[in-house]
């Protein structure tokens, strides 16, 4: 009788020593999956705010030129791939974009954004990087095609992409406006 207890006691050391460690083991699992995800979630909204600000470049680009009365549409908005961006001179848009393999933000390899000390992006010179950011943008300026023909070239599209790698996993965020001539 006395053996049988010893046992017993024994069995349910193991169960609760058992049950302690699944549970450590599944608030770990939780905390580092919250850590991993929050990573993600801030490079997903450094690339959302990356793919607007190519979005609002195009959109100055366009106000400043339609507020020029020499100017007429499409007010600077010419069809071709451009890397934008802001410097302490203005707005800059620049074609030089260059592609190995196509033509999306995965395979422009001049698109790199680096980024400075007080934390504006720019995009990569061999010559001059301070901190070389994992994202690329791209802006596409095409001429709208959804208006079933009836206007040669009254509407623009301008898409902005972002195009990043988290942990070998490539993800791309694109949005996507339409300016036209509304005079």
């Known amino acids: 009788m006395f053996l049988n207890k010893k046992s ?7 169960v609760a020593i058992s049950i302690v460690v699944i549970a450590v083991v599944g608030i770990m699992s939780v ?13 997903r909204v450094m690339a959302i705010n990356l793919a607007r600000e190519g979005i609002e470049i195009v959109s100055a680009v366009r106000n400043s030129n339609l507020l020029n009365p020499e100017r ?5 908005l010419i069809n071709g791939l451009y ?7 203005g707005l800059v848009m620049g074609s030089d974009a260059s592609f ?25 010179n061999d010559n001059n990087c301070a901190i070389r950011s994992p994202f690329h943008r791209l802006v596409v300026i095409s001429t709208g095609d959804d208006l079933g023909g ?33 005079r």
């Open 31 to 43: 905390g580092l999956t919250s850590v991993r995800l929050g990573g993600q979630s801030e490079e």
């Open 72 to 76: 007429s549409w499409p007010y600077g």
């Open 150 to 182: 009836n206007c040669d070239d009254c509407e623009k599209k301008v898409v902005s992409s972002v195009y990043w790698e988290e942990r070998g996993r490539p993800h791309t965020i694109s949005f996507e406006t339409r300016f036209t001539d509304w």
């Open 100 to 124: 190995s393999g196509g033509t999306t933000v995965e395979y422009c390899v001049n698109c790199q954004l680096c980024q400075h000390a007080t934390a504006e992006y720019y995009y990569h």
């Open 83 to 89: 890397r934008v961006g802001f410097n302490p001179a």
């Open 8 to 14: 017993q006691s024994l069995i349910e050391s193991v």
